[in-house]
């Protein structure tokens, strides 16, 4: 079984990357403007995320518009949508079951069924971190995509905003946490099930009486 150290820690990045994973999936980021050539113009600047986009002036007034529909968002925005807001799931739900799980808790009092449950725990969340890495990367790799093509006009480019950095490090941390659990949340083979009792003949046979 993992040591109590390990687990607090555990807890800590999975509580650290639900936070980021959030924040990837709220905040309008994921794409900014990109001031480059004769597309000079900066006094205002467009923002772009899962749910919505935004226009931010100079003065620091900003418009946001929800997308009409689903069905006219690119590809990599629709997944976008349905892994983050899975890898928020995962993350919650791995995080409550770590915590019912771990040592340092009193919820499960059954010691063999501890390392299991981490075990599951570990799995979570590595699932959840590569749910949160995939969009991000498939996003990421469509904006330079897109940048260095010369077809694309200058206005249109865009370059890589924080929610991309940002759900970066939340799966990189997801899956440090879950990595840690399953080396860590082995079951010991040695203390499950019942122990066997042995006697010698001569030490536990009770006393008979021969006629």
Same mark, same amino acid.
């Given at each position: 079984?993992?040591?109590?150290?390990?687990? &607090? $820690?555990?807890?800590?990045?999975?509580?650290?990357?639900?936070?980021?994973?959030? $924040?990837?999936?709220?905040?309008?980021?994921?794409?900014?403007?990109?001031?480059?050539g004769s597309n000079i113009v900066t006094?205002?600047?467009?923002?772009?995320?899962?749910?919505?986009?935004?226009?931010?002036?100079?003065?620091?007034?900003?418009?946001?518009?929800?997308?009409d529909s689903l069905l006219v968002l690119?590809?990599?925005?629709?997944?976008?949508?349905?892994?983050?807001? &899975?890898?928020?799931?995962? =993350?919650?739900?791995?995080?409550?079951?770590?915590?019912?799980?771990?040592?340092?808790?009193?919820?499960?009092?059954?010691?063999?069924?501890?390392?299991?449950?981490?075990?599951?725990?570990?799995?979570?969340?590595?699932?959840?971190?590569?749910?949160?890495?995939?969009?991000? =990367?498939?996003?990421?790799?469509?904006?330079?995509?897109?940048?260095?093509?010369?077809? $694309?006009?200058?206005?249109?480019?865009?370059?890589?905003?924080?929610?991309?950095?940002?759900?970066?490090?939340?799966? $990189?941390?997801?899956?440090?946490?879950?990595?840690?659990?399953?080396?860590?949340?082995?079951?010991?083979?040695?203390? =499950?099930?019942?122990?066997?009792?042995?006697?010698?003949?001569?030490?536990?046979?009770?006393?008979?009486?021969?006629?």
């Open positions: 079984m993992g040591s109590v150290g390990v687990q &607090i $820690v555990c807890v800590a990045l999975g509580v650290l990357s639900l936070i980021g994973v959030i $924040v990837c999936c709220v905040v309008p980021r994921w794409k900014v403007s990109s001031f480059v006094a205002q600047s467009n923002q772009e995320g899962l749910w919505m986009e935004c226009v931010v002036q100079s003065t620091g007034q900003q418009q946001c518009k929800s997308y690119p590809s990599d925005l629709q997944a976008a949508r349905a892994m983050t807001i &899975i890898s928020c799931l995962f =993350s919650c739900l791995s995080i409550l079951i770590l915590f019912c799980g771990a040592d340092f808790t009193t919820c499960i009092e059954n010691e063999d069924a501890k390392p299991k449950i981490s075990l599951v725990a570990g799995v979570g969340m590595l699932l959840a971190g590569l749910l949160v890495i995939i969009p991000v =990367s498939w996003s990421a790799h469509i904006v330079v995509r897109d940048f260095n093509n010369p077809l $694309v006009a200058t206005s249109l480019k865009r370059e890589l905003g924080a929610c991309i950095f940002v759900g970066w490090g939340a799966g $990189v941390l997801l899956l440090l946490a879950g990595g840690l659990l399953c080396c860590f949340s082995r079951p010991n083979s040695g203390s =499950s099930g019942g122990t066997a009792k042995y006697y010698s003949n001569s030490a536990s046979a009770p006393n008979k009486n021969y006629v």
